[in-house]
């Protein structure tokens, strides 16, 4: 139904596109092109209007996932927005190959989001919950290996992907972390001696010279499998600590991110800084981080009030 749709795909490929924005790219097209051929529509022949219809039924409960699968839960208008750019993206490779295209890019309008106030726990709980893995998990390894992963989370500011897929020789003997982030962006990031010292004692425990550093716990000991921690088992225990703890404000591995960010701004650091740290390409999307901290925003009021 989507013409060169194969091609688009590598063409991603080949530019150096993450396997990840990849395969989001794929999803997101077939479940349009199933959206076309339920409805008999022929893509070359799609207009404006047939868009929109298109925008309804991903706000819809009706709709199905690309492998034809019913789901009842509405989709957030931010994944609605995903799917919508992901088919900008291919009409932007169709006019540039000169290929026939039905509709502009431009035409294909993205929804209204919901700007929701971020929200990052206080320091004292995100202490508790790092330090929670030694004394709540009943195997000593395992705590040690997952205190190590938050502690690095939250000295550093990472994405939980570049986390799991850390290797030993990315670190250097100071503490300085070499980060080939999201775009193919390389970036350092920096271990305090605190989280140094935990990853010095996780890594007394493993034994083995494995490829990643953060490796999955089989049976008696670390497993022997060249393979990394698997996001959903770190986001999993987090939220297990959360619950255990009674953190009650939602908390994740993005939300370490989101701290690191924070309190660093309440203490003073540099905006400009905090981008390159957290490997920012703009400065608009650090100043979202930073503007979670509603103390920041109190003791600036407090300080520079004209009626103070």
Do not use: W
């Amino acid at each position: 139904m989507l013409d060169y749709l194969d091609d688009f795909l590598l063409y991603l490929q080949t530019n150096s596109y993450s396997d990840e924005t990849v395969y989001n790219y794929e999803r997101d097209l077939l479940t349009f092109e199933n959206y076309l051929k339920e409805n008999k529509m022929g893509f070359n022949k799609i207009v404006k209007k047939d868009m929109e219809r298109f925008k309804a039924y991903l706000n819809s409960k009706d709709r199905k996932t690309a492998s034809h699968s019913p789901i009842e839960q509405k989709l957030l208008s931010g994944s609605i927005n995903r799917i919508l750019s992901s088919i900008r993206g291919y009409l932007r490779y169709l006019i540039d190959m000169d290929f026939a295209c039905p509709i502009a890019p431009e035409a294909i309008k993205l929804t209204k989001t919901i700007k929701r106030h971020p929200q990052v726990a206080e320091l004292n709980d995100l202490i508790r919950l790092i330090e929670s893995p030694t004394e709540l998990e009943k195997n000593k390894l395992v705590g040690i290996r997952n205190r190590a992963m938050l502690e690095i989370l939250f000295s550093t500011g990472m994405r939980i992907s570049e986390l799991i897929t850390l290797k030993l020789n990315q670190i250097d003997r100071s503490g300085k972390i070499f980060i080939l982030g999201k775009g193919k962006k390389e970036r350092f990031v920096y271990l305090t001696p605190r989280a140094y010292k935990y990853l010095d004692f996780y890594l007394k425990s493993r034994k083995g010279d494995l490829e990643y550093l953060f490796i999955p716990y089989r049976g008696l000991n670390f497993s022997k499998d060249n393979k990394h921690i698997s996001p959903n088992y770190l986001q999993m225990k987090i939220k297990q600590y959360r619950s255990i703890l009674r953190i009650n404000v939602p908390t994740s591995a993005h939300s370490l991110r989101h701290g690191f960010a924070t309190y660093l701004a309440e203490s003073g650091a540099n905006p400009a800084a905090i981008q390159v740290l957290l490997g920012h390409e703009s400065l608009d999307t650090t100043t979202r981080y930073v503007h979670a901290s509603d103390r920041y925003a109190e003791k600036t009021h407090q300080k520079f009030h004209p009626l103070r």
